[in-house]
């Protein structure tokens, strides 16, 4: 099982990010898969998750409105947009697979994608 | 929302050594609590989930134990590869949040 994430991006404030995350090594429907990101030198914050199955997505309240969550069953792709990013968006975006279903653990991770906004 | 707050925030013990870490919510959330271990530069690891059940491939020497509002997290041998900041995330309810975070060094 394996997540690979897109590369390091650069943006300014009001722009738009999306995020790929390219599943490999499993059903790729059979499990959810859960965005976190690590803003530099802090902890995790939950971001949302989607099921891979039908597309059933829930949001962290503080980003209702700006992200949204897709997946792509023809490419076991998963997809994480932000838009209007703000300074306080730069962080470290991970995607992750739900490891045991109804818990919401999750693993494995993808590597991360940094996203850095900056005027 | 639910609030975990883990202690210490961090920690030095030598190799050998039993560490401990709490975590303690702000409600009751069952038994609904994973733990996880990020070590530096890489991305976290899943180690325990429903407060107890180890993951597959992980190591016996890490125990998660507790139900309601207070858990811990136990390493019994601390090793050198054990150096990481451990974090653990309840799943109650919406919102899923984490502690802050408990970043373990050897001595």
């Known amino acids: 099982v394996q997540l690979v994430q897109s590369g390091v991006e650069v943006k300014k404030p009001g722009a738009s990010v999306k995020v790929s995350c390219k599943a490999s090594?499993?059903?790729?429907?059979?499990?959810?898969i859960t965005w976190v990101r690590q803003a530099p030198g802090q902890g995790l914050e939950w971001m949302g998750w989607?099921?891979?199955?039908?597309?059933?997505?829930d949001y962290a309240q503080q980003l209702q409105g700006r992200v949204t969550m897709t997946t792509d069953t023809s490419t076991n792709t998963a997809y994480m947009e932000l838009r209007s990013l703000r300074f306080d968006d730069t962080a470290l975006y991970y995607c992750?697979?739900?490891?045991?279903?109804?818990?919401?653990?999750?693993?494995?991770w993808g590597q991360g994608t940094l996203v850095t906004v900056s005027s | 929302d639910i609030q975990l707050t883990q202690s210490p925030s961090s920690l030095s013990a030598s190799v050998g050594d039993r560490v401990t870490i709490t975590c303690q919510a702000s409600?009751?959330?069952?038994?609904?609590l994973n733990w996880y271990q990020q070590r530096p530069g890489k991305a976290p690891k899943l180690l325990i989930y429903?407060?107890?059940s180890l993951q597959m491939g992980v190591p016996s020497r890490f125990s998660g134990g507790g139900s309601g509002t207070h858990f811990t997290f136990t390493i019994s041998s601390l090793q050198p590869e054990d150096i990481a900041t451990y974090y653990c995330?309840?799943?109650?309810?919406?919102?899923?949040?984490f502690g802050g975070g408990t970043k373990v060094q050897i001595k």
């Open positions: 992750a697979r739900v490891a045991v279903v109804g818990t919401s653990a999750v693993d494995p």
């Open positions: 090594g499993y059903t790729f429907t059979n499990f959810g």
């Open positions: 989607i099921s891979a199955d039908n597309g059933d997505t």
């Open positions: 409600q009751d959330i069952r038994n609904y």
């Open positions: 429903d407060a107890s």
């Open positions: 995330q309840h799943y109650d309810n919406l919102p899923l949040t």
